[in-house]
């Protein structure tokens, strides 16, 4: 079964951008304008997403370099959200800590082949996921240190390091960031189902196997 883009597609596009705009008139909520932007901002970078991975899903190299452009992407897309900007480097650091062990498991026991049309799909949604998990801690650890400023300086004076007061202070906060992201864990199957690119490696996977694929999301 396939889905072919075309006026039923654009209509239920544009109904939903409406059914949005509604939402935020009804409820007075600022930011009517940037909901359109972002549509047609999504809808943009989606169409040309898809024409550059349908170029070069054949190819292992580019479809590598691709997967490389997206990871940059999500970098900088969670340092301005997070509003630090200079700390690009600890971010991409930190991302890749949690990418790259996942990265290996999944294909060093062969989850899914070695080719663009199955690494695309799978590690775009962990680089997404990924970067969804950043946003949220970094900006609950932002937030609790301007809340408890007071506590960082008890722990300061009581003669901790830096470092030390600021994790006092983090740690605590860290789980609170990760719900979303475990919730979805927690209702897998029963909730929440793996993403629909997911169909880009069920093609090539015997149907016996397909219980194995999705349980790699």
């Given at each position: 079964m396939t889905v072919t883009p075309g006026w039923p597609v654009a209509s239920a596009i544009a109904l939903l951008v409406a059914l949005t705009v509604g939402a935020y008139a009804v409820g007075r909520l600022p930011g009517i304008l940037g909901t359109v932007v972002a549509a047609a901002r999504a809808l943009g970078q989606l169409s040309l997403a898809a024409l550059v991975i349908t170029a070069v899903i054949d190819n292992l190299a580019l479809s590598l370099l691709v997967l490389a452009l997206m990871f940059t992407v999500a970098v900088v897309t969670t340092v301005r959200r997070v509003g630090a900007p200079s700390a690009w480097l600890w971010a991409t650091v930190a991302m890749l800590a949690g990418l790259v062990p996942v990265a290996a498991i999944i294909l060093l026991t062969r989850t899914i082949p070695p080719r663009g049309i199955a690494l695309i799909p799978v590690f775009g949604i962990l680089k997404g996921n990924t970067m969804n998990g950043h946003t949220l801690v970094c900006r609950r650890a932002f937030a609790a240190l301007s809340e408890e400023r007071e506590m960082y300086d008890a722990w300061l004076a009581?003669?901790?390091?830096?470092?030390?007061?600021?994790?006092?202070?983090?740690?605590?906060?860290?789980?609170?960031?990760?719900?979303?992201?475990?919730?979805?864990?927690?209702?897998?199957?029963?909730?929440?189902?793996?993403?629909?690119?997911?169909?880009?490696?069920?093609?090539?996977v015997p149907r016996p196997r397909l219980p194995r694929h999705k349980c790699s999301y």
């Open positions: 009581l003669g901790f390091e830096r470092t030390q007061a600021i994790g006092r202070i983090v740690h605590r906060h860290v789980p609170e960031a990760l719900i979303p992201g475990l919730d979805q864990v927690r209702t897998a199957g029963v909730v929440t189902l793996p993403g629909p690119s997911s169909g880009c490696s069920s093609a090539e």
